[in-house]
């Protein structure tokens, strides 16, 4: 009995691990939400190496972005690509204060890239072929100027204060032609020399 009950325990930490990670991933987009500015464990070093093959396509620009969020939407970009945006620690002290860095960088490593690596496949839905793209920069979402409040979760208020200066994080939805809604990702970020991931960072912050 309490080899099964510890076993209960294990599965039940693992599901809910994996059940946040996807809530992490997606959510669903509100109408005019990404319309305004459309721009064309610990992780250690291993990101980094992984991301310089699997994202040569995509440069750390607007045109990098579409290109890469496209092909995730379109089949998931294969293992090599998803593993390529884990942040590594220099990613995490790139974009955030000392002591959220540290905070999240934890929390993404249990909860996202800590679990069971998943088959890749398609971050839209059957039917989502429509791709909106917003970004603000680092400093907008500090200021919480309109451009962030408009394009951004409002989730992203609440940590504005611990993101640092300099760098530009983009937001996305797939959508149905013509459709208002659709599924929406947010928190991709080119640093240190590469495209990183990091959903929802107001998680970090527990409930």
């Not at 974009?95 to 860095?101: G, K, M, S, T, W």
């Not at 907008?140 to 962030?148: N, S, Y």
Request: glycine content about 12%.
């Amino acid at each position: 009995m309490r080899v099964r009950t510890r076993t209960t325990r294990q599965r039940r930490r693992r599901t809910g691990a994996l059940l946040l990670g996807i809530a992490l991933l997606t959510s669903c987009s509100a109408p005019g939400k990404h319309g305004g500015d459309d721009p064309s464990g610990k992780a250690g070093p291993s990101a980094a190496l992984s991301s310089s093959g699997a994202q040569d396509s995509y440069p750390g620009d607007d045109k990098g972005a579409r290109a890469l969020v496209r092909k995730l939407g379109e089949d998931g970009g294969g293992t090599a690509l998803v593993r390529s945006l884990r942040p590594t620690s220099d990613d995490y002290e790139a974009l955030f204060q000392a002591d959220f860095a540290d905070r999240a960088e934890t929390f993404y490593e249990g909860t996202l890239w800590g679990a069971s690596p998943q088959p890749a496949r398609p971050w839209a839905k059957r039917g989502e072929t429509e791709l909106r793209m917003a970004k603000a920069t680092t400093d907008d979402i500090r200021a919480w100027t309109p451009t962030a409040r408009s394009n951004f979760p409002a989730g992203y208020e609440k940590v504005k204060d611990q993101f640092k200066a300099g760098l530009t994080v983009y937001v996305w939805d797939y959508t149905k032609p013509g459709a208002e809604r659709g599924l929406a990702y947010n928190g991709l970020v080119y640093v240190t020399g590469h495209w990183a991931f990091f959903p929802k960072p107001w998680y970090v912050l527990g409930k």
